[in-house]
């Protein structure tokens, strides 16, 4: 290759960093984010498998698995996680580089004990470094020829480790301001604000469905009072991970106040929010919670209303225990689900 080729090839790899850069930095929403780093490495680096370790919240220091990894088929009874103390970690943040496995097990001592990564066919590891911090991991394996990784390629997705880093780091501060610290689930001001877009979306007749649900759990003060605010709030973040098990990356579940959720699901009508609704109802009806040696079950109360345009005034959903206001002019009530 020429010196000119040379300069033009360098060029062109600037200029798609500057665009990948700009791709990855223009989202702090973490599951658009992360998925925004695999596809980039698919393409730029042509692997069919990827997968990102980072953290599951700002203030957790071990690294875990993002489970919308592409292409590789892991055994889920294996915890894929690196914890702080890792020598794992020391040696990507010293010496932030592309690491093949061969290179990997020559660089840590030998001593070293198996982590989440050692469990996963990988080609190349690349470390995600901001902030004097090692933010994450991406993996990659098997490319689309098969062929290795060359010296380029290895500095190319470094690069591009470096910038996916500064956007995971963004991506936990935002974290930390738009995430209720005992659900995981979002606070309510991110649940509003979506909802003014989604709104101005949908102001036309004809647009696609817009959903709501609401859950209040049943009898959640004497919950509180007998058993204590600490099982409380353990109860509150099981019902939260129902929640989330049983609803789509696009979905908005926020924690609305107390005991009670919101749930904004776009791209769907008030039957399927209602289907949606039911789901959850049966899932934590089914669940238990246990206070020492007793067994409880906890119900929830759920409404679904659908918006409609031109929007009504004001609605509510009835149920058994009390009356359920939703939160947002716009929305019709089309059914409730309650179980007592």
Known sequence: MS????????????????????????????????DSILHTCLAQMRVLQAGVFVRREAAQAELILNREYIG??????????????????????????????????AALPTNSPESGLSHMPYQLVVPLVARSD????????????????????????????RLAAIAVYNAYLFDRATIDSLTRLKQRHVLEERMLELFKSHGDAG??????????????KPVNDT??????????????????????????????????????????????????????????EDDRFYYGDKEL???????????????????????????IFFLAVGFRQQKNTHTA
């Open 3 to 34: 010196r000119v080729e040379e300069l033009e090839k360098e060029n062109f790899d600037l200029r798609q960093l500057l665009e990948i850069g700009k791709s990855l930095n223009s989202t702090l929403e973490y599951t658009r984010l992360i």
């Open 72 to 105: 590789f088929e892991l055994d889920h009874s294996i915890p894929y996680t690196i914890p702080p103390d890792d020598p794992l970690r020391q040696q990507l943040l010293e010496r932030p580089d592309c690491y093949s496995p061969e290179e990997l097990k």
């Open 207 to 220: 647009q696609e469905n817009l959903s709501l649900l609401m859950l209040d759990v049943d009898h959640f």
């Open 227 to 284: 058993y204590g605010h600490k099982f409380g709030d353990e109860v509150l973040r099981r019902l939260a991970e129902i929640v989330m098990q049983h609803t789509r990356p696009v979905d908005i579940a926020a924690r609305y106040g107390g005991e009670e959720f919101v749930i904004l699901l776009p791209s769907l009508d008030a039957v399927g929010a209602s289907e949606v609704g039911e789901r959850i109802r049966i899932a934590v």
């Open 134 to 161: 090692l933010q994450g991991i991406i993996v990659l394996g098997r490319r689309i020829d098969d062929s290795e990784f060359t010296a380029d390629e290895r500095r190319y997705v470094l690069d591009i480790g």
């Open 297 to 323: 079950q906890v119900t929830v109360s759920i409404g679904a209303a659908e918006y409609k345009h031109p929007p009504h005034r004001f609605l509510y959903c009835r149920n058994s225990q009390r009356d």
